[in-house]
T-cell receptor, first 108, second 113 residues
Framework: AQRVTQPEKLLSVFKGAPVELKCNYSYSGSPELFWYVQYSRQRLQLLLRHISRESIKGFTADLNKGETSFHLKKPFAQEEDSAMYYCALRAGGFKTIFGAGTRLFVKA | KAGVTQTPRYLIKTRGQQVTLSCSPISGHRSVSWYQQTPGQGLQFLFEYFSETQRNKGNFPGRFSGRQFSNSRSEMNVSTLELGDSALYLC????????????FGQGTRLTVV
């Protein structure tokens, strides 16, 4: 079965501290993985995708097929990073499955 | 270009009624997906349409249905509404090809009373 697990519903860190949002997936094929973000009163939008191996707003995510993980990391959190983050797996064409989401709160 | 547009933005319905939500994808996008977003369950996949055909379906009862028109616009219908159907319904469109991102609309907030 295809599944995305985000074990933390809420993650609270201080500004300047490192942050890691965990994501584990279950999929028998070759996964396409994404991180989406939803800022307050804004629509859900793409943050980054694993295939690009890019850093967006200081965030990076590495696909670890052995651990079936795609954790999102940032070395120094900023207050404007406070948002809801969703890990997503695209499997079987265009069906995209989302995790339950992690709310990141960056304290001043 | 214009983003994904969902109408209406807000709806209040009573139990037992039926409701139709509309989604206009980004021009050129042929894939449209629907999701139900609730605080407790997060984003749950409802179904996905491509070229007027439903290609994928999530684990929702048959009261939830949808369709896509030749211009790629999509509608979602929920019949015999229940209180638990209260949620934000999100529509997303995407182009073809691997690793393409989904572009989301603002959603329709449905409240069932």
């Amino acid at each position: 079965a295809q599944r995305v697990t985000q074990p933390e519903k809420l993650l609270s860190v201080f500004k300047g501290a490192p942050v890691e949002l965990k994501c584990n997936y279950s999929y028998s094929g070759s996964p396409e993985l994404f991180w989406y973000v939803q800022y307050s009163r804004q629509r859900l939008q793409l943050l980054l995708r694993h295939i690009s191996r890019e850093s967006i707003k200081g965030f990076t995510a590495d696909l670890n097929k052995g651990e079936t993980s795609f954790h999102l990391k940032k070395p120094f959190a900023q207050e404007e990073d406070s948002a809801m983050y969703y890990c997503a797996l695209r499997a079987g064409g265009f069906k995209t499955i989302f995790g339950a989401g992690t709310r990141l709160f960056v304290k001043a | 270009k214009a983003g994904v547009t969902q109408t209406p933005r807000y709806l209040i319905k009573t139990r037992g009624q039926q409701v139709t939500l509309s989604c206009s994808p980004i021009s050129g996008h042929r894939s449209v997906s629907w999701y139900q977003q609730t605080p407790g369950q997060g984003l749950q996949f409802l179904f996905e349409y491509f070229s007027e055909t439903q290609r994928n379906k999530g684990n929702f009862p048959g009261r939830f249905s949808g369709r896509q028109f030749s211009n790629s616009r999509s509608e979602m219908n929920v019949s015999t509404l229940e209180l638990g159907d209260s949620a934000l319904y999100l529509c997303a469109s995407s182009s073809t090809g691997p690793n393409t991102e989904a572009f989301f609309g603002q959603g329709t907030r449905l409240t069932v009373v």
